[in-house]
């Protein structure tokens, strides 16, 4: 494995810079000859404003933090879509939140794009806040180079608040098991 470069993008209150956390620890902790840095940038407004956090991931020492060119981008807002999308290279893949993101011409460089309802997914949970782990979970059914659904139950486990452990595990097997149209 080379440098992976992975943008979690949406707006403030998806849980994004959640997200990052807990891939960036599952890779350095876990995946076993895997370093991870994890960056996050959000605006002023914090909830409701656009957000991002990059991971990057590489088997030598990461000598530069942030991402420039994404491998991944993985987009739960309209917002953050066209703030982000020119950061994707080309032959990238994109995973969208399909009820809120609306894909332009720019998606075309995309090598394969994944679409899922993570908020309609984490509504069947009881709240909208398990999105962002339907989305994990997806990421993780359709990718092989980031990390593993093992090393990602046992973070989710540990970094998780206790009263929330059972229900994100079971957003994440969720988006595991969603099977996407695109």
């Known amino acids: 494995m080379s440098r992976v470069e992975i943008r979690f993008a949406g707006f403030g209150g998806q849980g994004i810079g959640l997200m990052g956390r807990l891939v960036g620890e599952a890779v350095s902790l876990l995946e076993e000859g895997k370093n991870s840095v994890m960056t996050q940038s959000y605006g002023p407004e914090s909830r409701g404003g656009a957000s991002s956090t ?67 997914i984490a509504e069947t949970l009881g709240s909208r806040l398990y999105a962002n782990i339907a989305m994990l979970g997806f990421v993780c059914a359709n990718t092989t180079d980031i990390f593993s659904e093992e090393s990602m139950l046992t973070i989710m486990k540990e970094k998780i608040k206790a009263r929330f452990v059972e229900k994100n595990l079971i957003a994440f097997q969720k988006g595991m098991e969603y099977k996407s149209d695109s």
Do not use: M, Q, R
């Open 54 to 120: 990059d991971v990057v991931i590489d088997e030598g020492e990461i000598d530069y933090p942030k991402a420039t060119e994404l491998d991944y981008f993985v987009v739960l807002s309209e917002e953050a879509y066209h703030k982000y999308i020119s950061k994707l290279k080309e032959g990238g893949i994109l995973f969208v939140e399909e009820d809120l993101v609306t894909l332009d011409e720019n998606a075309k460089k995309a090598k394969k794009i994944f679409k899922i309802p993570a908020t309609k």
